[in-house]
């Protein structure tokens, strides 16, 4: 088992000046090719075990399967889960959380987060990652796992860097790219890809004021 690196300070200061400046940021060094080959031989192990189940848009009783929405399948993950390879990543964005949580107080309280695969032709359609009845989920952190994914495979994450999405940035899948963003504000969507694609998407949730009980 990999012990949990302590993140040096530097990596972690880029991250929170990219996000301050422009609410998202890729980085391409907090996890190591072992880490990622360690959590995509699991996502394949689940897959294989027939573990996963095809996404669902919406939340709770308004959850729904709309394939034309979405064509991917997901597995959530337990933050609890004795894996190394899941123990690391939840160890890893929860360093990103304490320095969020440092640089900006949004009150990040959890993760959660699940491995997605989109079979060759899948997508997910442009969308925000926030549900019109819940505003917990604050900053998505989307982490691709495979290797030496080509150019001509698709796939790529298409964010919106406006409102307006007059402007866009695509995001090739490639094993080891980070990407964060507030959740509200970058609409997104994954292009079909040729090949089978594997990542692990998770969200940074804020405290529920509507949840606490009065003092
Ligand atoms: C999502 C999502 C992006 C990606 O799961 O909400 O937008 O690149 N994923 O997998
Ligand atoms: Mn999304």
């Not at 300070?9 to 301050?20: G, K, R, S, V, Y």
């Not at 360690?38 to 689940?46: F, G, H, I, N, V």
């Not at 964005?93 to 640089?103: C, G, I, K, S």
Request: aromatic fraction near 10%; hydrophobic fraction near 40%.
């Amino acid at each position: 088992m990999t012990p949990v690196t302590d993140h040096s300070p530097a990596q972690l200061d880029h991250i929170i000046d990219t996000l301050a400046e422009q609410g998202w940021v890729i980085d391409q060094t907090l996890f190591s090719k072992e880490d990622i080959r360690r959590l995509r031989d699991c996502c394949e192990a689940q897959w294989q075990d027939g573990r996963f189940h095809e996404a669902a848009v919406g939340r709770a009783d308004q959850q729904g399967r709309r394939s034309e929405i979405r064509s991917d399948s997901v597995l959530w993950l337990d933050a609890a889960e004795a894996e190394p390879a899941i123990a690391h990543y939840f160890a890893t964005l929860n360093q990103v959380r304490q320095a969020v949580n440092q640089a900006f107080y949004l009150g990040l309280e959890d993760l959660e987060s699940h491995f997605a695969v989109y079979p060759p032709g899948s997508f997910y359609k442009k969308h925000l990652d926030r549900f019109r009845d819940d505003d917990a989920r604050a900053l998505t952190a989307v982490l691709y796992l495979n290797e030496d994914w080509p150019d001509e495979a698709g796939g790529q994450m298409r964010m919106y860097l406006d409102d307006a999405c007059t402007q866009s940035l695509d995001v090739p899948p490639q094993a080891g790219t980070l990407v964060l963003f507030l959740s509200d504000r970058f609409w997104h969507e994954v292009l079909p890809a040729s090949q089978q694609r594997l990542s692990v998407t998770g969200w940074f949730r804020r405290r529920q004021a509507g949840l606490a009980w009065p003092s």
